[in-house]
């Protein structure tokens, strides 16, 4: 797999947003938080435009702007073209602009990229997004949308179609957990000071309030241009506009917040910072504030009435206001690290090299496979497609199950222009259409087209694309030609090809770039035996057949297998074995194969083939992870994973046979060793692990398999 490249970003303010330490405002203080903790903050440049030279933080570079105060040039038109020029030149791979469509719209016009579109405000009361036809066009030409807020994101989709919101997250602003700090008796307002915020209700109940109680007072923090409410008690104190950081110190000391707000507020990052910092918050429930904390008290009316009941009920309730206090600072809804990573999750899933469009971790599947519908399901205690659809649904993803060969099997045609199998494709295609995966895992196949997995990296070049092969590939194996010429016709097409051989053992023969070995693995619900603690009567079980496909023998065809059986049965008169495919004794299957596996204390584990590294047949989960004590060849090199204390290795049909007869009357070690074998493989080779490494190699991050 290729290693991870370097994204490079623009981060781009409106012209208006001053990014600096003195007046930095709501998308100042979201951009700047989220890049302090990124993983991509070496290469995220922040686009703006400010007088001052205070920046929050170093990887500000400021547009200068000759239009800013001019009746005849657009400055929104000039600042565009100045992002166009800086982009072209520094080669970013992603442009992320915020809360100005306009200038997105202009940007398309002269530069080609990947955008992710900001919304702090809402959509419909901005130029470039008040239209549907104008939400429909920045929908189309972004790669994703991020709200501040569900209210935010309802607005946007207002008399639009819900199932186009596939492209569009959620980001709240957020906050870092705070220490516990000395309270003052203070009651604090933060905004501006004028009526869509509310401040003349909080001037008329608090002057009530001061009367009152001597021992408090209250604090404003704000501005407004053209003033006209006044808060005129000796116990009330205006601060004024405050930097960011001198505003959150007030709110540390302060017991009590107030946001009564009447506007609609696309998110209120007071009422978020004032609970995360301890203050009893209360807010009203206009727009996003009901999103920025479970602690807050609601205002049932946006009045002055209740406002002066609720902050009396807090004042007088000295215990109720610590445990609001308390609680507040203890569960934060939105914190700056779980969704920095997320929104570096969003950008990684807009680039191809990352190879997954996924979000949170969890990411959906399309697992297809043979589920042996034909077969009636026989084959439901050994298939390994199955297994990996349970561990994928355990590890939290989502997935689609397809059987293809039953798929073709049941949609047989009697037209000579409309086959199966090209039904088939276009059914896989419309599928990934409608379910849009992230990760297409199939195995054992030859019915997907080549042109069809083009057409899927077409529709959606996130898409990983792998193939699992669970039989044998040792290079001496006849058998094994064909199934090597089976992966070889996918392994350059696919991101990652999983075998249950160690690939060294194919140098030269498969993409080896791509290739990785993976253990059978065990599934709790299916190897669900303890055999170690029955009463078997039966003292060796082996169980072969000519292919999981044929109920039966094949006539006249013998492998290495049955030779070994033959010299091994003549060492071992006295024991009493069950072999299963050997000896006229046909195959069996589903519970058949269950019942007579925990009839044995003993399993022989012995593949087709010249014993090679790490390579067994997957009848290897079955008694292992059922708890009969289990011989394996020395040279498959199992003692790479299990010790002597959890399985019995052996040299030669002589010394397999002198192991089979001690260890037959030997019930106490049997068992012990038995046991410790199925511990081991649960702990190492189970469903939900053997899973995981396989979407751990499927978004790049570094696999654990032992």
């Known amino acids: 797999m290729n290693s991870k490249k370097k994204i490079n970003i623009a981060t781009i303010l409106p012209y208006k947003e001053n990014y600096s330490l003195e007046k930095a405002s709501a998308a100042s203080l979201w951009v700047s938080e989220f890049f302090k903790n990124s993983k991509f903050k070496n290469n995220i440049f922040i686009y703006g435009n400010t007088n001052s030279k205070n920046y929050l933080t170093k990887n500000y570079i400021n547009i200068n702007l000759k239009s800013l105060n001019s009746k005849f040039q657009s400055t929104t038109t000039e600042y565009s073209y100045k992002l166009a020029k800086e982009i072209d030149k520094k080669k970013f791979d992603l442009i992320e ?11 398309l016009k002269q530069i080609q990229n990947r955008f992710i579109f900001y919304f702090h405000n809402d959509p419909l009361s901005m130029n470039g997004s008040k239209t549907i036809e104008e939400r429909l066009f920045i929908l189309k030409n972004v790669e994703k949308i991020i709200f501040v807020s569900e209210w935010v994101k309802n607005r946007f989709f207002l008399n639009l179609d819900l199932k186009l919101s596939a492209k569009t997250e959620i980001v709240y602003p957020s906050v870092n957990k705070q220490k516990t700090t000395k309270k003052c008796k203070y009651i604090t307002f933060v905004g501006r000071l004028n009526h869509s915020k509310g401040y003349d209700i909080f001037q008329k109940s608090i002057q009530k309030i001061l009367d009152e109680f001597p021992k408090w007072k209250s604090l404003s923090v704000g501005d407004e241009d053209r003033r006209s409410i006044y808060i005129n008690h000796t116990q009330h104190k205006e601060l004024g506009f405050l930097s960011h950081k001198k505003t959150l110190d007030i709110l540390n000391q302060s017991e009590i917040a107030v946001v009564p707000s009447r506007w609609e507020e696309p998110f209120g990052r007071t009422a978020l910072e004032a609970s995360s910092r301890g203050c009893a918050t209360i807010i009203s429930n206009r727009g996003g504030l ?29 215990k109720k206001r610590k445990l609001i206090q308390r609680n507040s600072r203890k569960n934060i809804k939105h914190q700056v690290l779980n969704n920095t990573k997320f929104i570096d999750q969003i950008r990684e899933s807009i680039f191809p090299i990352y190879n997954v469009n996924f979000l949170k971790n969890k990411i959906k599947i399309i697992n297809l496979y043979n589920q042996g519908q034909k077969l009636n399901h026989r084959l439901f205690n050994i298939s390994l497609g199955k297994k990996f659809t349970n561990g994928f649904i355990r590890n939290g993803n989502d997935v689609l199950e397809i059987s293809d060969r039953d798929f073709i099997k049941n949609n047989k045609t009697y037209n000579l222009l409309q086959n199966s199998r090209v039904n088939f494709q276009n059914y896989l295609i419309e599928t990934c259409k409608n379910y849009n995966p992230d990760l297409l895992f199939f195995g054992h196949t030859k019915n997907i087209n080549l042109d069809t997995i083009k057409e899927l990296k077409l529709l959606n070049k996130n898409l990983i694309i792998s193939q699992w092969n669970e039989d044998p590939v040792m290079p001496d194996l006849s058998y094994s030609k064909q199934n090597i010429t089976n992966i070889n016709l996918y392994s350059d097409s696919v991101d990652h090809n999983f075998i249950t051989t160690d690939p060294s053992v194919l140098k030269q023969k498969i993409n080896s770039d791509n290739l990785h070995f993976f253990f059978v693995p065990v599934d709790k619900n299916i190897e669900r035996f303890d055999v170690f603690k029955m009463n078997p009567k039966k003292d060796l079980f082996y169980a072969m057949s000519h292919g999981v496909n044929r109920a039966i023998l094949k006539e006249g065809t013998e492998d290495n297998r049955v030779e070994f059986l033959d010299k091994l049965v003549k060492k071992i008169s006295k024991i009493k074995y069950d072999f299963y495919g050997f000896a006229n004794k046909q195959p069996i299957w589903g519970d058949d194969f269950n019942s007579a596996l925990i009839n044995s204390k003993m399993a022989l584990n012995l593949s087709r083939g010249k014993p090679t590294k790490h390579y067994s047949s997957n009848r290897i989960a079955s008694v292992v992870g059922n708890g009969l004590l289990t011989f394996v060849d020395k040279k498959v090199q199992m003692s790479d994973f299990f010790n002597n204390n959890e399985m019995i290795f052996y040299d030669n049909i002589a010394d397999l046979s002198d192991k089979i007869k001690f260890y037959s009357v030997n019930d106490k070690l049997r068992k012990k ?34």
């Not at 060793?673 to 081991?680: D, E, L, P, Q, T």
């Open 97 to 107: 602009i915020h809360n100005r469509p306009l200038i997105l719209f202009n940007l």
């Open 290 to 318: 009901i999103e920025t904390t479970n602690q807050a008290i609601i205002l049932k009316k946006i009045d002055e009435k209740n406002l002066y009941k609720e902050i009396k009920k807090l004042i007088l309730n000295n």
């Open 673 to 706: 060793i038995a046991n410790n074998g199925k511990k081991k493989y649960f702990k190492l080779f189970n469903e939900i692990k053997i899973t995981k490494y396989f979407i751990d190699i499927s978004l790049g991050n570094k696999p654990s398999l032992f």
